[in-house]
T-cell receptor, first 111, second 111 residues
Framework: NAGVTQTPKFQVLKTGQSMTLQCAQD?????MSWYRQDPGMGLRLIHYSVGAGITDQGEVPNGYNVSRSTTEDFPLRLLSAAPSQTSVYFCASSYGGEGYTFGSGTRLTVV | GEDVEQSLFLSVREGDSSVINCTYT??????LYWYKQEPGAGLQLLTY?????DMKQDQRLTVLLNKKDKHLSLRIADTQTGDSAIYFC???????????FGAGTILRVKS
């Protein structure tokens, strides 16, 4: 099925652990991005990519790394998890203004 | 600057019209969007409007754009209980195809 696939759907981490949230799209979209959603704050941009090999920081990049080695994949790495990173994470991809598609989200809890 | 503002809560009776308002600050935004999020789910694109349009209608949804005041609204006609959700306004920034979201408006539909 075409779309944006995120894994895992749920994850519990201990403080200080690292992990990678996976995101893949099969629509050949140029643009990909990661957002986090916290109650009452809408979605905030963490990192984004305008094409393979090109990434840039968004509004809240600290504590996260990304890479874009292929058009399809855009993984988000948490280097050393903190309780403040407890959130719901959404990956999205687009080819332009009309085609923004979101994944179903990863619910992360850091204890 | 990048800032999108929405009222936090709206309550309507089933069958009435709902109007959700949004203001944005970046006059160079090319697209403006309305997304719907149901509890525990991802974001569903409802509709969008290009910045050179004043109005767009799509079945029960009407989007109005006032570029002079940087004001966007979403009208839902004949609101149903299934329309209860959080509605996010978002603007597309020109560089990087980044979306900037409002904090969301909770729509509650009373039967």
């Amino acid at each position: 099925n075409a779309g944006v696939t995120q894994t895992p759907k749920f994850q519990v981490l201990k403080t200080g652990q690292s992990m990678t949230l996976q995101c893949a799209q099969d629509m050949n979209h140029e643009y990909m991005s990661w957002y986090r959603q916290d109650p009452g704050m809408g979605l905030r941009l963490i990192h984004y990519s305008v094409g393979a090999g090109i990434t840039d920081q968004g509004e809240v990049p600290n504590g996260y790394n990304v890479s874009r080695s292929t058009t399809e994949d855009f993984p988000l790495r948490l280097l050393s998890a903190a309780p403040s990173q407890t959130s719901v994470y959404f990956c999205a991809s687009s080819y332009g203004g009309e085609g923004y598609t979101f994944g179903s989200g990863t619910r992360l809890t850091v204890v | 600057g990048e800032d999108v503002e929405q009222s936090l809560f709206l309550s309507v009776r089933e069958g009435d019209s709902s109007v959700i308002n949004c203001t944005y600050t970046d006059s160079s935004s090319t697209y403006l969007y309305w997304y719907k999020q149901e509890p525990g789910a991802g974001l569903q694109l409802l509709t969008y409007i290009f910045s050179n349009m004043d109005m767009k209608q799509d079945q029960r949804l009407t989007v109005l754009l006032n570029k002079k005041d940087k004001h966007l609204s979403l009208r839902i006609a004949d609101t149903q209980t299934g329309d209860s959700a959080i509605y996010f306004c978002a603007e597309l920034m020109e560089y990087g195809n980044k979306l900037v979201f409002g904090a969301g408006t909770i729509l509650r539909v009373k039967s």
